[in-house]
């Protein structure tokens, strides 16, 4: 059974950092691209990182790129997000999913916040 | 970055069948086909339909997608109030290199 669970969400003030993690079991972790895609409160999907099975290529959203770090550790079967200087606009639930967006965690709640 | 176009809302009786369309351009719907994503309140996003019109292991036939130049549609027949979600359009960009999601589409079983 592939499951992926996300954790390290959290209330933190704007311009602080959080790092999310998301453990993976189930599948071949290292022959899979992997994403963090968030949904703000009220509002619909949004992708925010890709990480390609290497770790050697990284993709991200226009609003993110300078601030968050995607990353992954193939032989601990995890993916991560390092965020910094943390805005309001990124409050959200963010969701670890894999490959074609075929797996998803549960999501881990970050709220950024004064 | 540029989003897929989907309707805001889809509203169809319980056991008709309800089609979702999905609008994009040669770089990202028309290039590796689209992807559905069910989304019930409280729950993660499921994936129940792929590359246009592959379905998931375990995702029920009701479910079918397909694609006509640049843009994708999912058909639900035998609506179910189970079904009642937000829908979400998803493609790969080449040239944004980037996912990109269409707005959703909220369908109501009636």
């Known amino acids: 059974e592939v499951r992926l669970v996300e954790s390290g969400g959290g209330l933190v003030q704007p311009g602080g950092s959080l790092r999310l993690s998301c453990a993976a079991s189930?599948?071949?972790?290292?022959?899979?691209?992997m994403s963090w895609v968030r949904q703000a409160p009220g509002r619909g999907l949004e992708w925010v990182a890709t990480i390609k099975p290497d770790g050697n290529d990284k993709f991200y959203v226009d609003s993110v790129r300078g601030r968050f770090t995607i990353s992954r550790d193939n032989a601990k079967n995890s993916l991560y997000l390092q965020m910094n200087s943390l805005r309001a606009e990124d409050t959200a639930l963010y969701y670890c999913t894999s490959g074609l967006l075929d797996y998803w965690g549960q999501g881990t709640l970050v709220t950024v916040s004064s | 970055q540029a989003g897929l176009t989907q309707p805001p809302s889809v509203s169809k009786d319980l056991s008709q069948t309800a089609t979702l369309t999905c609008t994009g351009d040669?770089?990202?719907?028309?290039?590796?086909?689209a992807g559905w994503l069910q989304h019930r309140r409280g729950h993660p996003p499921k994936l129940v339909a792929y590359r246009d019109g592959n379905r998931p292991s375990g995702i029920s036939e009701r479910f079918s997608a397909s694609r006509s130049g640049n843009t994708a549609s999912l058909t639900i027949t035998g609506l179910q109030p189970e079904d009642e979600a937000d829908y979400y359009c998803?493609?790969?960009?080449?040239?944004?290199?980037?996912?990109?999601f269409g707005g959703g589409t909220e369908l109501t079983v009636l």
């Open positions: 040669s770089n990202n719907v028309a290039y590796q086909g």
């Open positions: 998803s493609a790969w960009d080449r040239i944004l290199t980037a996912w990109v």
């Open positions: 189930g599948f071949t972790f290292s022959r899979e691209w």
